[in-house]
């Protein structure tokens, strides 16, 4: 028996097989995981292993056996996205992950490439069962190489199959069936313990201990942060609708109208999701190439998001606009259709400084400077605003 010999962390260990049956077993010493075999493309038999930490690691397969060392991740691999403290994604290495998603028919080729220069770190693959797991398989592999993650829809397919195939992929999520049996048939091959959701409306049972967090259809996206008090896990909307020109009435949003949607669920503390369904072969339904105007809007978005500290929270406080918050003080206030003449915020002791922000037009103020106490941030008479209060250097 041969294979691999050296591996990063969080990479794919490779082990050729005698046959489908086979099942190698995996250990550090302390901790025991099995993987399946499945079919190669170019023939034979395959087991995929994803070690997640450093030092040398220990199989057992069939009549055969062997050792491997496991060594540091490379540059840009941050191991696979988990669920934290309730109402958060973060890498397995501790960098928070902020999910900013796409749906898209096909990851192929021209796909990818349009994903490479997109502000998308994540893509959902609605894809149908009948695309060959090969292909599937590719298509994960092409995005885990950009650093994108992916949800892979398991519906209709053979679960153990698709699993054991995809499980050492560390960019894999699992969107599930609704059937019991089907989840525990994943929870049972996926030694990895990949995000796990099933999709459906806010009255969706999400409850399941093994759901990692909420995969829901809301077009109204202030009622995020309701749905998230009330799971205690993270949501990720997977459809507010679209930006295009599709008879569906959800399936012809303005841009604006998308960004707004995207904007307001991201204040209120969830993740939302993009679409796009522009004539015949829209994006979402067959990948090729973003045509709209929302992309654009979302990449200033995570901009804002990813130069923002760590540990942002919906704020309840601000019944009359979706706030984000963190402990220190920073402010993210998403002021939607209305045109508010000027808010006020409590701020701490300290100098401050406030922008606003034009999610439309991309474009941010000057900084103006605010005293703590009871500071008052006056508006443009313009819609879709938002505030960003931070403290002032030195302040």
Known sequence: MSGMRTVE??????????????????????RHFTAAAFAGAGGGHLVRFMPDVEGEWRYSAG???????????????????????????AYADGRPFH??????????????????????????????????LDRLAEQIAGLRRLGIEAEVDLTGRDIAATVSRLAAYRNVWWRAPRDPDAQTAILEHDYAHHLISVHGGPDTDFGAPWLTHAGVRLEETRGVAALTEQLGKPVVVDDCGAEGDAPAPERSLPARDLVARIWEGTCQGGYVTHAE????????????????????????????????????THNPRYYDASTLETPDGYVLQYLGPHRYPYRRFELAEGSWRAEVIDTWRMTVSAPRALSGGRAEVQLPADPYCAIRIRRAPGG
Do not use: K, Q
């Open 277 to 312: 369904s522009y004539g015949p072969r829209p994006w979402s339904a067959e990948g090729g190439r973003l045509t709209g105007e929302a992309a654009d809007r979302i990449a200033f978005l995570r901009h804002v998001l990813e130069s923002a500290p760590p540990g942002l």
């Open 99 to 132: 999910p900013m998603t796409t749906t898209v028919g096909d990851a192929g080729t021209a796909t990818l490439r349009a994903l490479a220069v997109s502000p998308f770190n994540r893509v959902r693959l609605p894809a149908s069962s009948a695309l060959p």
């Open 63 to 89: 009549e055969g056996a062997g050792a491997f060392t496991c060594g540091p991740p490379s540059d840009g691999n941050h191991g696979p996205v988990l669920a934290v403290g309730g109402r958060h994604f």
């Open 9 to 30: 962390r969080w990479g794919i260990f490779e082990l050729p097989v005698a046959g489908p049956g086979v099942e190698a077993v995996f250990t550090d010493g302390a």
